[in-house]
């Protein structure tokens, strides 16, 4: 049974920083680059930041470079949001997604994403 179980979300004052953590399991983890999405009240969901299987590469949208650094340890099957300097614009429920073996790097691409989590409420007061 695949599964993606994200967890860190909750309330924190601007500036503040929260760590999210996305545990995988039911599916070879390493073969899988993974992407975090985030979706606020009333609008579609957008690609936050994107790293491959290795780790080595890593895509940010430009609303959270040097504020926000993605990561992933294949030996425990999880990947990392760290979220530093947080706005009231960052709130949202982020959700953690992994795509394929044979998927291409599109990691903006909902579509290229297999499995999703139920995602994790952020919440940042001004």
């Known amino acids: 049974q695949v599964q993606l179980v994200e967890s860190g979300g909750g309330l924190v004052q601007a500036g503040g920083s929260l760590r999210l953590s996305c545990a995988a399991s039911?599916?070879?983890?390493?073969?899988?680059?993974m992407g975090w999405f985030r979706q606020a009240p009333g609008k579609e969901r957008d690609f936050v930041a994107a790293?491959?299987?290795?780790?080595?590469?890593?895509k940010y949208v430009d609303s959270v470079k040097g504020r926000f650094t993605i990561s992933r340890d294949n030996a425990k099957n999880t990947a990392y949001l760290q979220m530093n300097g947080l706005k009231p614009e960052d709130t949202a429920v982020y959700y953690c997604?992994?795509?394929?073996?044979?998927?291409?790097?599109?990691?903006?691409?909902?579509?290229?994403?297999?499995?999703w989590g139920q995602g994790t409420q952020v919440t940042v007061s001004s």
């Open positions: 997604a992994g795509s394929g073996p044979f998927s291409r790097w599109q990691p903006e691409d909902q579509y290229e994403y297999d499995y």
């Open positions: 039911g599916f070879t983890f390493s073969s899988y680059y």
């Open positions: 790293i491959t299987r290795s780790g080595g590469t890593t």
